[in-house]
């Protein structure tokens, strides 16, 4: 083995002890979430039944909350030293032949660490992609293996071992559920991103050939907008998974090619544009932080039994104390004059705010800049000042907003001298945060009664909670950032009366199609082994299956419409097998009108037309003349009787709304869902390419686009995302909601039908315009 070889082995097994080491030390913390949540389970009230089932639940995970935690991380030791080796619970695809002799437990064990496993790559698809690759770079491999500690199915494997070894019970996983995926997707995927960070602090492929801009989100829950790490980016702190498509199973790694929205390619070349000049006139404040030497030698255990891993995170360093006390007196003296204005000066406007507010940042930066010790320091004087001063001249912001805004401009400087990749990447929380309040105000329209007193409120929380809180950092920005996320998802549900409506509409059409799409699923396991003539399982699949989460929907799934609807699939099926005797024909005779009127009555609950109906009655008369002439095989009463049994606890089969993936291939029309209020767009736009169902996912909510469809090109603003971004609500000012399934958005999108307001976001604009000032004169860095 030559040196070469040596040094890239020894880096990927350094690799992977980050990756171990990562998922050893968030166990405690994640035993810590799971008892809280058990605990609060508890507290909640709820029938006997339930009652009781968590009080068990609450006393098992009480007696092996600390047996599971051991006998997990002793697997984690294990499979980082000696390989995770084969599962215990194979793969049941693997071995199709001997299903007759797999135990219930097993498949139940099967499906839940699949569940798991999808979860996680869910939130980790993209980090496990670059990592992935850099290992088969590093190991000379075609692909890692299946037993691999690397990949999710094997932790998921590892973490179910452990759980039924500790004596819990599967019921137990199934109320914690939410809480498991949750955590170890987020853990699994900060170990991914920091053996990602370790290798290439390295120099091991510091841009993966497949994906130059990757997309992150920053450690906080909820779907946040992340942004690209190019080559002149620091180091990031623990990631979570990115916003690109969710990829699952085999298809989670395959290579998809350059995915840059054109936001994220504009954003890349402004950040690449401005360390260019930084590098020219402040290195101190370009450089990238240093990197290791040499791989750091094993030192000292740690607790966990694996050498201490090297740390990552932001690179930080600490402001003079001139420049912090300041800065300080700044802000203060900015809220003290912003309250004023707020209570004393009721006749001055927000125009006239706002001009007095820039004046006095004005004479601000001079102090502040004859407080900073270092080139470094004035500099970045300079260009926070900049960026404001382009924020605050954007006039599709409201002058009220913009009041608030320029408010935040002292608690961004804090930020910035502290943490240099504020200047290098876009997705810093404080940037982050402009851009999201930004992106919900730069629609069309410039009057605060348009966007809303509830939207105002919390622009004007948002920035007292940073102001209240000036040592923290970025943490407050990344904490404010979640918050104002989940406002927004609430604000539009329930609060925005242009919005709501059209939400309330959407989310009923998207518990149709789910509840269809897996009426569908158990529909095709059910059947899979009965045979069934061709036209009669299109129609239960096709048809039938709408019209059972249409009852269901309406009128619950135990009402009795319900029932009657799952007792027609049941004598469908019977009386579409081979009838020989002449009793079974005359029984068929007898049930037919009955049926086909119960046929006809739920197809237009669902909708359906005459003429439509009338093509599936005739089909079905089709496969019920084969049942009489005996060309189909004959159904066993028992199995009939097992069927009924089984279409009678449909929905408790069913996987929960938050669980699994939905095949979109099995995505419906939705055009006959329309109504008054609610258009779907069914039909418009070009083929799209991956990168525009990319684009399409990372849409945000509150961001406004301009729509050119049926003849009206107007405004809308983007209010409302389905569970698993497969639908997408957009509302006019108007009211009107106009639905999107993803595919059909991203065609919009390619075909120039879907114009987003804003061709880049407000901080990568403001730092456009900085660089063009610095052009001018680049010598004000530095005055």
Not at 514 to 533: H, N
Not at 540 to 546: R, T
Request: charged letters at 20%.
């Amino acid at each position: 083995m030559t040196a070469a070889d040596a040094r890239s082995q020894a880096l990927a097994s350094q690799a992977r002890r980050v990756h171990t080491e990562v998922l050893l030390r968030g166990l405690p913390a994640m035993v810590a979430v799971l008892t809280t949540a058990v605990q609060d389970l508890l507290a909640q009230p709820a029938e006997h039944s339930l009652q009781m089932a968590r009080r068990d639940a609450y006393e098992a995970w009480q007696r092996a909350a600390t047996p599971w935690h051991a006998r997990l991380g002793k697997s984690l030791r294990h499979a980082y030293h000696h390989g995770a080796g084969d599962s215990r619970s194979a793969s049941l695809s693997s071995r199709p032949q001997n299903l007759s002799l797999v135990s219930d437990d097993t498949i139940e064990r099967e499906i839940i660490a699949s569940r798991l496993a999808l979860a996680m790559m869910d939130k980790a698809s993209w980090e496990f992609s670059d990592l992935r690759n850099r290992m088969q770079s590093l190991e000379r491999i075609e692909d890692l293996a299946q037993q691999d500690l690397l990949r999710a199915q094997v932790l998921a494997r590892l973490v179910l071992d452990a759980w039924f070894e500790a004596g819990l019970s599967s019921s137990v996983w199934q109320m914690l559920q939410r809480w498991l995926h949750h955590e170890f997707s987020q853990l699994l995927n900060e170990a991914y991103h920091e053996a990602n960070h370790w290798l290439i602090q390295q120099g091991v492929m510091p841009e993966v050939d497949l994906r130059p801009f990757i997309r992150r989100n920053a450690p906080a829950g909820g779907m946040t907008q992340a942004a690209p790490l190019g080559p002149a980016q620091g180091p990031a702190g623990p990631a979570h998974g990115g916003i690109a498509p969710a990829a699952t199973g085999a298809h989670a790694a395959q290579p998809a090619g350059p995915v840059g929205t054109p936001s994220s390619q504009s954003a890349q070349q402004v950040m690449a544009q401005l360390q260019r000049v930084l590098a020219r006139h402040v290195p101190e404040l370009a450089q990238a932080p240093a990197r290791p030497a040499g791989m750091p030698s094993p030192g000292p255990a740690t607790r966990s039994g694996l050498p201490a891993a090297p740390s990552g995170g932001p690179v930080t360093r600490a402001g003079s104390p001139r420049l912090s006390a300041a800065i300080n007196h700044a802000q203060e003296a900015v809220q003290r004059r912003a309250d004023q204005v707020a209570t004393a000066d009721q006749q001055l406007t927000a125009p006239q705010a706002l001009d007095e507010i820039r004046h006095r940042n004005q004479a601000l930066k001079q102090v502040l800049k004859s407080a900073a010790d270092t080139p470094a320091e004035r500099a970045t004087i300079e260009l926070v000042a900049l960026l404001f001063q382009a924020i605050l001249q954007e006039e599709r912001i409201p002058p009220a907003i913009r009041v608030w805004f320029a408010r935040l401009q002292m608690p961004v400087l804090r930020v910035a001298v502290g943490e240099p990749d504020f200047f290098a990447t876009d997705d810093h929380p404080a940037r982050r945060l402009i851009d999201r309040m930004g992106s919900c105000v730069m629609g069309f329209s410039t009057s605060t009664a348009e966007i809303g007193d509830a939207l105002e409120r919390e622009i004007k929380r948002v920035v007292q909670v940073v102001e209240a809180y000036p040592d923290t950092g970025r943490r407050v920005f990344q904490t404010v950032l979640t918050e104002f996320e989940k406002f927004l998802d609430h604000y539009f549900e329930q609060e925005n009366e242009v919005s709501k409506k059209g939400v309330s509409l959407a989310q009923q059409v998207e518990q149709r199609e789910t509840l269809a799409i897996q009426y569908t699923i158990e529909l095709r396991k059910m059947l899979s082994e009965v045979p069934v003539q061709d036209g009669v399982r299109d129609f239960l699949f096709q048809v039938w299956a709408d019209v059972l989460a249409v009852t269901g929907v309406r009128y619950g799934p135990q009402a009795e419409q319900t029932k009657a609807m799952k007792r027609a699939a049941a004598d469908l099926i019977w009386s579409a097998s081979a009838k020989v005797s002449r009793e079974d024909r005359a029984e068929v005779i007898r049930r037919l009108p009955p049926l086909l009127k119960t046929l006809r009555d739920g197809m237009g609950h669902a909708g359906m037309s005459h003429e439509r109906q009338d093509e599936h009655i005739r089909s079905l008369n089709n496969a019920l003349a084969a049942a009489f002439t005996a060309k189909t095989a004959a159904i066993p009463r028992e199995r009939l009787d097992d069927l009924m049994s089984q279409l009678e606890t449909l929905e408790a089969m069913l996987p929960s709304p938050e669980e699994g993936e939905i095949n979109e291939t099995l995505v419906r029309d939705l055009s006959t869902h329309e109504c008054e209020g609610l258009e779907v767009v069914a039909e418009g736009g070009t083929t799209p390419s991956p990168a525009m169902v990319a684009w399409a996912r990372e849409l945000q909510v509150g961001s406004w686009y301009m729509l050119d469809y049926r003849g009206r090109v107007e405004p809308v603003q983007l209010v409302w995302r389905g569970l698993r971004h497969h639908l997408i609500l957009f509302v006019s000012p108007h009211g009107r909601g106009v639905l999107f399934q993803l595919s059909r958005l991203a065609a919009f999108l390619q075909a120039g039908l879907m114009l987003p307001a804003q061709d880049e976001s407000l901080t990568v604009k403001a730092t456009r315009n900085a660089l063009a000032k610095l052009e001018v004169d680049p010598s004000r860095l530095l005055a």
